[in-house]
């Protein structure tokens, strides 16, 4: 059974750099086609998909985002990251790492979540 | 983007008794190749993260009780709750996932009565 846990800091100033780790166990990051998303949450409501990425680094970002963020994977690590520069208090969320089976599939394997406040 | 419309935002239910949510895509999300409905639903309690219960419109994942049940196609999708129990309280969303971004309607609140 696959397990994903989010990581960072919890607090971040606005137009800074807020990054976010995923740890993979249970379940290989470099197995099978996988895509491994970054999704966040307004407030207890209002899911965000904010983008994905592959085990080979194929990419896909929410175009609303796309100028500040970056996913990458660390096959090595059983990681993957979300980098997002010039944040501000718009950004604050619940920032979930998730699994899917595909780029074109639902998201079955969830992380707990992390809160990310931007002040 | 697709937007995604649920409805209604909240459903008061009495337990036994059956919920029914909406949920309208702004186009279709069906495609004739594989003959599929690019639309998921997902369960979310308080404290936790969405937890999948039905893909492809109307299949259901692992372990997903078999009063949930998905319908529809093309543009206009229903999720079921036959004879709601306590633990299905939660808030309730539909997802595209045919075309980048994916979306999520804004989420259906159900209560007991």
């Known amino acids: 059974q696959v397990h994903l846990q989010e990581s960072g800091p919890g607090l971040v100033k606005p137009s800074q750099t807020l990054s976010l780790t995923c740890s993979v166990s249970?379940?290989?990051?470099?197995?099978?086609?996988?895509?491994w998303n970054w999704i966040r949450q307004y407030a207890g409501r209002g899911l965000e998909w904010i983008g994905s990425?592959?085990?080979?680094?194929?990419?896909y970002y929410n175009p609303s985002l796309k100028s500040r963020i970056t996913i990458s994977v660390d096959t090595s690590k059983n990681q993957y990251f979300l980098k997002m520069t010039s944040v501000t208090a718009a950004d604050t969320a619940v920032y979930y790492c998730?699994?899917?089976?595909?780029?074109?599939?639902?998201?079955?394997?969830w992380g707990q979540g992390t809160l990310v406040t931007v002040s | 983007d697709i937007v995604m419309t649920q409805s209604p935002d909240s459903l008061s239910v009495s337990l036994g008794e059956r919920a029914t949510i909406n949920c309208k895509s702004s186009?279709?999300?069906?495609?004739?190749?594989?003959?599929?409905?690019?639309l998921a639903w997902y369960q979310q309690k308080p404290g936790q993260p969405p937890k999948l219960l039905i893909f492809?419109?109307?299949a259901r994942d692992s372990g997903v009780p078999d009063r949930f049940s998905g319908s529809g196609s093309g543009t206009d999708f229903t999720l079921t709750i036959n004879s709601l129990q306590a633990e299905d309280v939660a808030v309730y969303y539909c997802?595209?996932?045919?075309?980048?971004?994916?979306?999520f309607g804004a989420g259906t609140k159900v209560e007991i009565k």
């Open positions: 997802q595209q996932y045919s075309d980048f971004p994916l979306t």
């Open positions: 990425s592959s085990n080979r680094g194929d990419t």
């Open positions: 998730a699994r899917g089976w595909g780029a074109h599939d639902p998201v079955q394997n």
């Open positions: 249970g379940g290989s990051i470099s197995a099978d086609n996988y895509y």
């Open positions: 492809w419109a109307s």
């Open positions: 186009k279709s999300i069906f495609y004739d190749s594989n003959n599929k409905n690019y």
